[in-house]
């Protein structure tokens, strides 16, 4: 029998690595040593876990050992891993990644876990509990919904809602099947909760910038009710989780781009109405929130961060190394606009943007997700204004994305991307005043920055993608011509 008390902890600081005494918690973690990399979410795929660390461990539901009756228990844990590569920056003495577990822990025989549940077991019986991935069990994730319905505290975790939000009791929970960085569960088509798997001190900015927009009175963006937050644990709360209105019968850009470039049909209206709202959202951005501008120094650092980010990319994926030198002419050219004294505006961005970011809810109806910024960023930095091109770059590099889909060299991909990406560019300059096409070197230079990004992502998650970003580096290699796209 294994001594659950620490399962009564409601938090232990961050920094405690897990004692190997005796304990559910030790006994957990050959698990979830085992579990985490298999997680679609778990960003440090690739590299071996040298150590699990607790940061807290609060019960949102108590396992009373009574056959059947489920314990939800909410974890945060330091996942210590040997380093390698994998973000400039990264290096020697790289602090752990802290990620949110919610568990469900059942007592079992009889009855033993429900046939939906059964393949998400993390492990047991530990303690005579059989522990889980509460996500996928129907009463655990209503009960989380039911804790987002009443504003307070359990623990260290803090749940906040808009004062206008009416949650309606028993709303169906479903897990989403997205292909995702984080988790979500969608509320009887009425809600959805993103539950941020990677967490950090501050406010997420997928929160922080849809509810300032919301506020603002956007319709560009799903708008939050509720949301619940770490405290007491680090200098600033850490956003966990965000429920925010979901938009039933949505369809996302990258699939409606997908079947255009199928079936051959235009999408340069689409293009164009996606420019805009992307300007929308971006205007309304610059209102509600700080702004700054670029000069000289702070150009120059932003470059070298791109060659950085390119040297760690090439270090990392072979195939990159034959065009690092002419790659790095594009953040070299960034820097000389700084040097020559042009100063470009700043402000906070979306900072991930892609066709997978958008949902279409009516025909030029465009709303943007997940402004959580590009998750294998440091948070601060993901939270600092930067340049909009950057947004507008990652979008053209979609288009790019979904003309290579199906055959990175199919003969049609440039031809496609290059209309969707003028329509789109197009669209940005009717809303926005300014075309982003006057902005050559820096959408080059954010272009690049990206593609070496994604080459970098592939590698990792997805290496038969690969070729796509790798069509695209061949091209930035070139040296410029004019206007982009
Ligand atoms: N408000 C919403 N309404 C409808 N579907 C949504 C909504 N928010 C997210 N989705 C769906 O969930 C998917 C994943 O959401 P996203 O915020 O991008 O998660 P992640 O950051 O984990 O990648 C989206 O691609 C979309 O299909
Ligand atoms: O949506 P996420 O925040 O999880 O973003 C990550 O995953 C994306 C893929 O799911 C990745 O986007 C890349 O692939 C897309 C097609 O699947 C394509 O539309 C994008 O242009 C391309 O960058 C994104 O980079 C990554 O951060």
């Known amino acids: 029998m294994s001594d659950t008390s620490w399962l009564r902890t409601s938090a232990v600081r961050s920094g405690t690595t897990v004692p190997p005494a005796p304990g559910l918690l030790p006994a957990l973690v050959p698990m979830l040593r085992e579990w985490l990399p298999r997680q679609r979410w778990f960003a440090g795929k690739g590299r071996p876990i040298s150590g699990l660390g607790l940061v807290s461990a609060t019960e949102l539901l108590p396992a009373d050992g009574r056959l059947g009756t489920p314990g939800l228990l909410h974890l945060l844990l330091d996942v210590h891993q040997d380093v390698q590569e994998r973000m400039p920056g990264s290096g020697r003495g790289q602090p752990p990644d802290t990620y949110q577990l919610l ?30 991935e509460a996500l996928h069990d129907p009463r655990l994730t209503s009960l989380l919904l039911e ?73 560009r963006v799903p708008a939050p009710a509720a949301w619940f937050e770490a405290l ?31 079936d051959g049909t235009d999408f340069s209206g689409e293009a164009r109405a996606l420019g805009r709202a992307t ?23 932003l470059a070298a961060a791109m060659a950085g980010r390119l ?112 329509a789109f560019c197009a669209g940005y300059a009717e809303a926005a005043g300014t075309d982003p096409r006057d902005e050559p070197v820096a959408i080059r230079a954010f272009e690049t920055d990206k593609a070496v990004y994604e080459v970098l992502y592939e590698a990792r998650h997805r290496p038969a993608w690969l070729p796509i970003p790798m069509a695209a580096v061949r091209r930035l290699a070139q040296p410029p011509h004019g206007r982009t796209p």
């Open 103 to 132: 568990l469900g822990t059942r007592a079992l025989l009889p009855p033993a876990l429900a046939p939906a549940l059964v393949g998400h077991a993390v492990g047991g019986p530990l303690d005579g509990l059989t522990i889980y």
């Open 147 to 219: 804790r987002l319905r009443a504003p307070g505290r359990t623990g260290h975790l803090r749940f906040g809602s808009e004062p206008d939000a009416a949650i309606p009791v028993g709303l169906a929970p479903r897990l989403s099947t997205a292909e995702q960085s984080n988790s979500s569960v969608i509320y009887g088509d009425t809600f959805i909760l993103k539950l941020f798997r990677r967490i950090a001190p501050g406010p997420n900015p997928d929160l922080e910038l849809s509810l300032a927009l919301a506020r603002a009175g956007s319709r």
């Open 232 to 262: 007491g644990l680090y200098d600033e709360p850490a956003t966990l989780g965000v429920l925010q209105r979901f938009l039933p019968g949505s369809a996302g850009a990258w699939e409606l781009a997908l079947q255009a470039v199928e």
């Open 279 to 301: 300007a929308e959202v971006h205007l309304a951005l610059a209102r509600a929130l700080p702004t700054s501008t670029l000069r000289r120094p702070q150009i120059e650092l």
């Open 311 to 422: 040297d760690a990319a090439a270090a990392a994926v072979p195939a990159l190394r034959p065009y690092r030198a002419a790659l790095r002419t594009a953040f070299d050219d960034l820097a000389a606009l700084g040097t020559r004294g042009t100063t470009l505006a700043a402000q906070r961005i979306h900072g991930d943007l892609h066709l997978g970011q958008a949902l279409r809810t009516g025909p030029g109806g465009w709303v943007l997700i997940d402004f959580e910024g590009e998750p294998a960023r440091p948070l601060p930095e993901r939270r600092r204004p930067a340049p909009p091109v950057q947004d507008v770059a990652g979008m053209l590099r979609s288009f790019d994305y979904a003309a290579r889909h199906h055959d990175p060299s199919a003969p049609g991909a440039p031809e496609w991307a290059k209309t969707q990406r003028a």
